[in-house]
Every structure is written in structure tokens, then in C-alpha cells.
Nanobody
């Protein structure tokens, strides 16, 4: 069983920055693919970013490429999402997710088998 706890959300003005954190339980965190997704009211959950177990490979949605950075610290069992140049359309609940098996897709929610409770990010114009 893996527990994921997000933090760092909040209210920020357009153009501002936030850093989300996701702390994971489990002794094998360093073997998980980790992802961030978001869901705005009335919309489906969408992929934001993912990172390989080693951190060597990262993947981003086109809408956040160049503005968001995903990273991880395996010694702290934590994954981060640094969000710069935030826009009102980035407003959503952001979810951390873990893929604990080999071979799943990284950019669809179905590829992940553990989820956090989410943290709200609101960007005002």
C-alpha cells in the first residue's frame, strides 16, 4: 500500500509561482514512476507531468512545457512540481500519482494505481 500526500497549493496571481510537493510512503519509492495530474471543475482529469524512477526522464503536457518542472528526491520519498508563469487556466485540483508496476502508460490516469487526495491551485487574473 502506498500513501501519497500533496501540499503546496494555494491562491496566486497570474504570472506567479508555486511549488507542489507529494510525500510518499513505502520503502520502494525509488522504483515508482510518479506523475502529476489536474482536474478543473466540469473537466476530465488531465496529465500534467511525469518522471521516471531515476529522475532521468521527464514528460510534460504541451500546455505546461517550459513553465512547469517535475523533480524527485528519492532519499526523501518526495516528488515536486515547480510551476512558474501561472495562468488562470492552470486553476485546478492537482493530484499526485504513483505507478508501482512496470510498463504502464505515464500520461493517462489509468496508468497509475495510487493517488493522493489532491491540492487546490487557484490562479487569479
Amino acid at each position: 500500500q502506498v500513501q501519497l500526500v500533496e501540499s503546496g497549493g494555494g491562491l496566486v496571481q497570474a504570472g506567479g509561482s508555486l511549488r507542489l510537493s507529494c510525500a510518499a510512503s513505502g520503502r520502494t519509492f525509488s522504483t515508482y514512476v510518479m506523475g502529476w495530474f489536474r482536474q478543473a471543475p466540469g473537466k476530465e482529469r488531465e496529465f500534467v507531468a511525469a518522471i521516471s524512477w531515476s529522475g532521468d526522464s521527464t514528460y510534460y503536457a504541451d500546455s505546461v512545457k517550459g513553465r512547469f518542472t517535475i523533480s524527485r528526491d528519492n532519499a526523501k520519498n518526495t516528488v515536486y512540481l515547480r510551476m512558474n508563469s501561472l495562468k488562470p487556466e492552470d486553476t485546478a485540483v492537482y493530484y499526485c500519482a504513483a505507478q508501482t508496476y512496470y510498463g504502464g502508460t505515464y500520461d493517462f490516469p489509468a496508468g497509475y494505481n495510487y493517488w493522493g487526495q489532491g491540492t487546490q491551485v487557484t490562479v487569479s487574473s
